[in-house]
């Protein structure tokens, strides 16, 4: 079945760095646009940076715009999302997501559990 897991989350003091990963299984990874997302507490989900198929399409919230990169490499099945400089307004949970997966159930978006930053002093 599809998987995403996301990692490397964590507390981090403002101006520091963080390089989440998402590890994707059960589906034809380099097919696909993977996406990254984020959810701060008491506001809706956003989207913060999407990568085509080969790496080479790539775009940004201009909140993130700057200070981070999504980057993937099709052959670990890993997307993954550097971000730099990072602001109090950059705490939220973080998903990976995958959009549009065809299996043999049908098509469909598919949702990691998410990985939490805090950026606190």
């Known amino acids: 079945q599809v998987q995403l897991v996301e990692s490397g989350g964590g507390l981090v003091q403002p101006g520091g760095s963080l390089r989440l990963s998402c590890a994707a299984s059960g589906f034809r990874f380099e097919l696909y646009v993977m996406q990254w997302y984020r959810q701060a507490p008491g506001k809706e989900r956003e989207l913060v940076a999407d990568?085509?198929?080969?790496?080479?399409?790539?775009n940004y919230a201009d909140s993130v715009k700057g200070r981070s990169t999504i980057s993937r490499d099709n052959y670990k099945n890993t997307v993954y999302l550097q971000m730099n400089c990072l602001k109090p307004e950059d705490t939220a949970v973080y998903y990976c997501k995958a959009p549009g997966v065809w299996t043999t159930g049908g098509v469909k978006d598919y949702w990691g559990k998410g990985t939490l930053v805090t950026v606190s002093s």
């Open positions: 990568i085509g198929r080969f790496g080479t399409t790539i």
